[in-house]
Each structure stands twice: as structure tokens, then as C-alpha cells.
């Protein structure tokens, strides 16, 4: 079956602009979090979706960040006014809902999207 | 807070010889452990997973890793290296303080498999 994907693989763009990274995540995934890889680091939590609702988003760096899923399926994630240091890899992954009796507790990453800011 | 610490973030080997990547963590629960694996201009793949049953965990590719509380240490090991195993690996712990599971990554270790 198809895993997560994520759309663009690449995007490069000037600071101050805005720009929109999409997450499919895996058919029947009600669990959808986002992590920002910085070079040469580990993936850092950003927000974490139950659902349409963002139940956790304690990772987002500041308010020009925001990221919906109105459907409970895609989610967006939208950085406005972009700075050089938001360039990374963004990274989707979904898993089945915690506690659910398909619960495996393991999280299906996408390929990411790596966002460069000039 | 839970937290890991990959103790090596270089790990050079010869193709054949035993893969030791160590790793410790930090919880104030039974922690749930995983390691990842990140080949270049790949996706993040589940290596292997503990969740509080068999303390020896075995994964895909041939890799293990053994939770060891005493020590709080979670390496990962592997007999063989193969060519093929050369990238990048986290260690990951899973905070469920918020009824979720929000990873926690290691900075990383990247492996180098020579000929």
C-alpha cells in the first residue's frame, strides 16, 4: 500500500516569503505529527494532529508557523515570512490512533520536504 | 522529560565485522525504544522497537538491540556489516506524558561501511 507522502521533495525560497508543505499520510492514520530535521541534527517535534485538531503543537518554534488539517486526512504545514534558519527537512509521519485496538505505536515517516531559504 | 544520547556520532567499520552503535536514555517510566534508520534522500524506516516485553529486541536487516534498565542503555548491534548499511541512525525515545507517542531523537550516528 502507498506510505506518506509529502509534496514538494524540494523548496527553495527567499526570506520573507511564504510557503506551504503538504502530508498525505497513510490511509486510515488519524495520528499525524510533523518534525523539522536541522543539518546534521535529529528530527525535533513540531505538532502533533488527532484528527482535525492539533492536539499538541508545544513544538512549533513561533508564531509564523501553523499547520491544519481540516479533514482529518492532509495536513499543511505554513511557515509566513520565512526566515534562513527555518531551512531543514520537514518530515510527516502517521500512525494509528494511541490506544486503539490497531495501535502499534510505531510512526510511518514521509521522504520529507527539504526547504531551503536563501 | 525523556531524552537519548548517542554516545558516537561517527561509527567507521569494515564490511563483515560486528556493528556496535550505543545509545542511553533517559525516563522517569518504562520507556518505549526504537532505533530508525535514514539512508540518503530517504525516508526515516523503523529498524526495530521495545515496548516493555522481550528484552533483546530483533529487527529488520539482521540488527538487535538489547534494553539493558540497569544501564539504561538501548545498543544497537549487528554480526555483519554490509555495504548496504551505510547511514544514518537514531536512537528514539517515546514520550506518552500527553497520551501520545511524541518521539524524542537522538542526534544521530552516521555509519560508514568500508570495503
Known amino acids: 500500500g502507498a506510505g506518506v507522502s509529502q509534496t514538494p521533495s524540494n523548496k527553495v525560497t527567499e526570506k520573507g516569503k511564504y510557503v506551504e508543505l503538504r502530508c498525505d499520510p497513510i490511509?486510515?492514520?488519524?495520528?499525524l505529527y510533523w518534525y523539522r530535521q536541522s543539518l546534521g541534527q535529529g528530527p525535533e517535534f513540531l505538532i502533533y494532529?488527532?484528527?482535525?485538531?492539533?492536539?499538541?503543537d508545544s513544538g512549533l518554534p513561533n508564531d509564523r508557523f501553523f499547520a491544519v488539517r481540516p479533514e482529518g486526512s492532509v495536513s499543511t504545514l505554513k511557515i509566513q515570512r520565512t526566515e534562513r534558519g527555518d531551512s531543514a527537512v520537514y518530515l510527516c509521519a502517521s500512525s494509528s490512533p494511541p490506544g486503539s485496538r490497531t495501535s502499534t505505536d510505531t510512526q510511518y515517516f514521509g521522504p520529507g520536504t527539504r526547504l531551503t531559504v536563501l | 522529560a525523556q531524552s537519548v544520547t548517542q554516545l558516537d556520532s561517527h561509527v567507521s567499520v569494515s564490511e563483515g565485522t560486528p556493528v556496535l552503535l550505543r545509545c542511553n536514555y533517559s525516563s522517569s517510566y518504562s520507556p518505549s525504544l526504537f532505533w530508525y534508520v535514514q539512508h540518503p534522500n530517504k525516508g526515516l524506516q523503523l529498524l526495530l522497537k521495545?515496548?516493555?516485553?522481550?528484552?533483546l529486541v530483533k529487527g529488520i536487516n539482521g540488527f538487535e538491540a538489547e534494553f539493558k534498565k540497569s544501564e539504561t542503555s538501548f545498543h544497537l548491534t549487528k554480526p555483519s556489516a554490509h555495504m548496504s548499511d551505510a547511514a544514518e541512525y537514531f536512537c528514539v525515545v517515546s514520550d506518552r506524558d500527553g497520551g501520545y507517542n511524541k518521539l524524542i531523537f537522538g542526534a544521530g550516528t552516521r555509519l560508514a561501511v568500508h570495503p
Open positions: 490511509s486510515g492514520h488519524t495520528a
Open positions: 494532529f488527532q484528527g482535525t485538531g492539533a492536539a499538541d
Open positions: 521495545y515496548t516493555s516485553a522481550a528484552t
